[in-house]
């Protein structure tokens, strides 16, 4: 019943079995308790529960890691690493921190300075701290680490900024590297030849998400970023046609073997990426029945559009959909190749001094990091989605130690007449169709929990918090938090009483790549940074 690791359980399914709060009685749920995070930037983190101590962390400020008394909200401890100025610059996307992860009485934080740092859970005593990689070639670290026995298993950032991407395992005891394994070949490395000469080396692929992993299959998974540089061509073709050069692992699925780092499969969403849609998204566990047989699988919702059913074993394609409206970059996924089947006469790819038009999704995706949750009691996924199209011309690449590596320009704008910039939907995993949709004119909606209570709780970027009907997606409930909320809220139950926390502070650097759209966003509500836990009175 309680939230010990960020998705919740292992595989980041986001479901809680407590029904204390529940449809006949949320509408009576207060806030027992607030804290301020300290920090106005982008606040994304999902806390989560050990004993009766929730551990919460922040955007960088000068705060990052709070150690909490989970009745009162009380500070235990608080862990304020120092942060190097200018790392700002190093951020694509804001100076942001997902949350923390626990085992054996330690708590271990990924640092935006690209550092992962081991404390003692009950006082916050740094006990070591690893370097996995140099920050100013554009790499931080914005997700909490995946725990697996031993090891602390991290990725970092810099799909933006040419940046070669890895997961590292370190030992949970010492701090000490056990294995690196990069994303990208070198040339003469297995699947070098899906890259054009040794472009692989400064090609993305960066892990900058959670990873999920299985007990059973004894498999890690995470999804890999967009390929740098964005344009195309530097990495194989310029067109549709894209010949070998697919650029492995970018924009994939990679499941690894914990003791070693060997990459056992993967499965490549979007090959020869040039629109920048990561494969990060969280990797979520169902057993789903396939041909009649009660199957374990992993469940996506993917930047590019298409919601992914794989057989977690071995990585086959199960299912493949359109999960957003107006998709057009690809009409579907070939079911016997698993590639994509791409708009005809480069229609969508752009390309050197070549415009592209309409694409659909943005950049931004279909859906972007802030986390789904799959509902055991229904059956459903429930996706925050976004519905925006962009236009993107390419131009020249150059690449520059820690600074942007796109070579493409980007316009961002609203899909066409549609009304809608994004919304939460209700999704059968099985039958891969919608169940309910609920139409948001602003996008950005926040990640998801489900409950055996039959509620859906998420956030929105005008700073509501809301309990829905997961059956049909009605509001029960909602509680202005003051700021956007982008991040996943969480249950805990102590003591006989369920709590619900959530963390506010809409998106900070967001808006910058939305043009007009961002401008909307900006105004949806103020910056802010706080964590708000409620109960029922
Ligand atoms: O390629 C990368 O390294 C990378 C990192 C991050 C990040 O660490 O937050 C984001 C992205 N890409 C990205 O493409 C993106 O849309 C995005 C949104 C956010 C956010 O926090 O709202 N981070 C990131």
Redesign the pocket.
Known sequence: QNWPVYGGDAGNTRFSQSTEINTSNVNKLKVKWALQLGSLR?Q?STPILVGDTLYVSSSFGPKNTFALDARTGQIRWQYSPDVPKGIDQY????V?NRGVAYNDGKIFVGRLDANVAALDAKTGKELWVTKIVDYTQG??I??PPTLVKNLVITGY?????G?RGALVALDQATGKEVWRTYTTPLPGEKNSDTWKGDSGKLG?G?A??VGSYDPKLNLVYYGT??PSPWAAIVRGSDSSDIGPYTNLYTSSVIALNPETGNIVWHYQFTPHDAW?Y?G?NELVFADLPVQGKKTPVIMTANRNGFFYVLDRANGKLISAKQFIDGVNWATGIDMKTGMPIEAADNAKRPGAKRKATNICPA???GK??MPMSYDHVTGLVYIPTLNMCMDEVGEVANYTRGAFYLGVNFNMHEAGDSGYLGGVKAWDPVAQKTVWFNKDKLPWAGGMLSTAGGLVFHGDIEGWFKALDAKTGKTLWKFNAGSGI?AAPMTYTLDGKQYVAVVAGR?E??PA?AAAIGEKMVAASPEGGALYVFTLN
Do not use: K, P, Q
């Open positions: 982008s994304e951020a694509c996307c804001d942001d790499s931080v914005t997700s950032g810099g799909g933006e900024y940046a993305g960066a900058w998400f970023s967009n920048d990561d990060v950049l931004l995706g972007n990091w982008s998106t650097s967001i790549f």
